[in-house]
């Protein structure tokens, strides 16, 4: 009888800290109560030229899982600045121990005073898990207005999204934007890959 306050205890904190109960808890800013499959996060990121990509930026850190798969394929010699505005999914991503990644707590939409704080002009790519459907269209706008700006002439962003919803603006900043889709992913998920500013 003594014992089971204990494991009581371990199952609640268990729950507490899984990955499943802070998406729900903080669904308003991850915009899923599922972490993205191997699958979506290679979709995503198989554009990107990682032998020349020295400088990239995460939106949205959510529980890290695209933010280890970036830092497993960055050059050594690249830099991850990864911009998250949940409080804490920036805590949680304090455990990733590299050199390279640099996490800000802040909105997506102050990517360019964030850049000038830390010296960075230009970068290469923009790899973003921000759940636009669900933000504001002025806020949207501004998230890929400074992105966009951001980027060198040949840089890319990156986005998925679980509908076709955003394309529009997405269409409005870039020339060209490319649509995938992959099933292997709980939602099944839209992946945008967009260069080229107007």
């Known amino acids: 009888m003594a014992n089971r306050p204990g494991r009581s205890g371990s199952r609640e904190d268990t729950l507490r800290h899984s990955n499943l109960i802070k998406h729900i808890a903080n669904i308003r800013t991850s915009g899923t109560i599922i972490r993205s499959s191997p699958y979506l996060i290679s979709r995503l990121l198989r554009s990107i030229d990682f032998e020349s990509a020295r400088t990239v930026v995460q939106l949205g850190i959510g529980t890290g899982c695209i933010t280890r798969e970036l830092l497993r394929r960055l050059h050594p010699e690249a830099r991850l600045i990864s911009i998250e505005v949940n409080e804490v999914f920036v805590r949680d991503s304090f455990r990733i121990r590299d050199p390279r990644l640099t996490v800000r707590h802040a909105c997506a939409g102050s990517l360019r005073r964030l850049l000038d704080d830390l ?55 870039f020339a060209d934007v490319r649509v995938g ?16 500013a107007r």
Request: hydrophobic letters at 45%; glycine letters at 6%.
């Open 119 to 173: 010296g960075v002009g230009q970068i290469d790519h923009v790899v973003s898990s921000l759940p636009l459907a669900i933000m504001g269209p002025a806020l949207v706008e501004r998230i890929l207005r400074v992105s966009q700006a951001a980027l060198t002439p040949e840089g890319s962003f990156l986005q998925y999204q679980y509908s076709l919803s955003q394309r529009a603006a997405l269409e409005r900043r």
């Open 181 to 196: 889709f992959t099933l292997a992913n709980i939602p099944p998920a839209f992946v945008y890959e967009c260069t080229a």
